[in-house]
């Protein structure tokens, strides 16, 4: 969501590869690059979408204390969990691609076979059990195996 006040992140950028003084640079910007929690993000989209985490949780197949756990702040989520939680919460690719920025965590990339079968399952609104039926068809890693997945 942009303010009046912020710029664009390729604007940020430019200003970023321009600055003589990192310090300052952050002083001036540092309110735009701040991130809500990710625990607050998806709280925040319980509500937008009028929705509640438990069923956000059963969506995901992710494991319901882990989930809730995930919502109230005292864990932090794997890749694969965001993505779990994003297939939930039945988000579109660029939904997607920013949750994943907001947790921290490396955006899907189609040149990588497992991220292309996500990508594909976002376009075509597949849920997370029609998911892991593809990844295993393709004999690739389920989600929530990511150790696996080296």
């Known amino acids: 969501m942009m303010t009046d006040d912020s710029i664009s992140t390729s604007a940020l950028l430019q200003r970023l590869f321009k ?4 310090a300052r640079f952050i002083k001036h910007y540092g309110e735009q690059m ?8 998806i709280n925040r989209l319980c509500a937008d979408k009028d ?20 919502f109230n702040g005292t864990r932090k ?9 994003a297939l939930g919460f ?14 921290r965590k490396s ?8 991220d292309a079968v996500v990508i594909f399952a976002l376009k075509k609104g597949l849920s997370v059990v029609e998911v892991q ?18």
């Open 34 to 41: 701040s991130r809500v929690p990710f625990n607050a993000y």
């Open 90 to 103: 039945e988000m579109d690719y660029n939904e997607v691609q920013d949750l994943l920025k907001i947790a």
């Open 133 to 150: 039926l593809t990844l295993k068809e393709l004999d690739l890693p389920l989600l929530g195996k990511e150790d696996k997945y080296e």
């Open 19 to 22: 600055t003589s003084s990192i």
């Open 107 to 114: 955006t899907l990339y189609p040149k990588i076979e497992r």
């Open 51 to 70: 929705t509640v985490p438990e069923r956000v949780i059963l969506k995901s197949g992710i494991e319901r204390t882990y989930g809730h756990q995930l």
């Open 77 to 85: 989520p794997s890749r694969d969990k965001v993505i779990q939680l």
